[in-house]
């Protein structure tokens, strides 16, 4: 997320700060829907509405990831200059804030404890961490610090995305030589290819676990080097420069929207009504490289290019969250449960409190790290990149 929020090009694109903005407050608000989708503690009585909107904000804002993966094929393809300058850069940039705050998530709930707060109030903070985090031991969290090099943990379960773009910028480079040479056609090829291996959760899951040569001792199919976040960033690099028109953003995004959306929502509350559901069914709609989530993403994205910014003190401020905006994304799984349970407390109606949350966790995540950025000075791309 480094190249979609901090970038460093000498153009400035106004309209893919408008992305940025977008691809920020709905991964904001994507989280504050976790503790809807998975409610944590006694259910209280109306727990079919709150899982009810969990879905449909859940089901709503899945474009959020693949558009910041958009934004980093559309600044950074093709890769200029040499690669050793470019991993340094990129990979650099992202590493160390990314060091800092994991292991400041992962002791969080021995903190807790030496400061006496109940256990109870870490399922506030992070819906997912289970019973084992409750103990509030510094074992449990040197443990979860010990797995970094591997993976993420149940306490920073957003951190998943700076694995997957280390991923990408390593990989970026060589798929950047083919991008730089490649007609517009052939990149149309490959994104029907991309396009077909979207599919392919879906037959794991209705028809057979192996498909295209894949089988027990072979997880790489025929278009397995087709698929997964590359396509996003393809698909990025090629709708920079693609021009609709507002009638067509809007004949034919709105459709195309609408019945992502409705897959995904439909599909989602369908798995979810099964009490043998399991986590790979829970995410099977929701999987970010699938057919409807792209079709809501691409024309969320080319909408957003019809944006015009005319006001100074909104080009300041988007110019802002660019700077801020991978710092903002590091800390704001902090205040994303904690702006539920105020939007709770103060009795918002349940289908407004994720929108209220995120604004609240928002506003506060982007205010605290332009304060980390004072406060640090030149070393502030250590801590917030």
Known sequence: MDSTLNPTQKTHIVWLDVVRLVAMFTVVCCHSADPFNFYPGEPPANIAEIKWWGAVYGSLLRPCVPLFVMIT?????????EVAPFYRKRIGRVFWPFLIWSVIYNLFPWITGLLGVAPEVILDFFPYSGEEVMRQSLDVSLGYIAQMPFNFSLLD???WYIYL???????M???SAWVEKASRKAQRWFLVAWGVTLFVP???EFVGPYIWGSCSWNEFYMLYMFAGFNGYLLLGHYLRHTEWSLAKTLGWGIPMF???F???FFGFRHMTASPDCTEEQLELFFYYCSPNVVLMTLPLFMLCKKVRVNSQPIQKALANLTVCGFGVYMIHYFFTGPSVVLARMCHV???LQIPFAAVVAFLVSWGLVILLRRLTGKYARYVVG
Do not use: E
């Not at 094929?73 to 200059?81: I, S, T």
């Not at 773009?165 to 990989?171: A, E, N, Q, R, S």
């Open 202 to 204: 879906y037959y794991r």
């Open 262 to 264: 409705c897959v995904t």
């Open 349 to 351: 109606p349940v289908g």
């Open 258 to 260: 609408v019945v992502g």
């Open 73 to 81: 094929g559309a600044l950074l393809l093709p890769v200029k200059g």
């Open 173 to 175: 480079p060589v798929f």
């Open 165 to 171: 773009l280390i991923g990408l910028y390593l990989y």
């Open 157 to 159: 379960v957003h951190m």
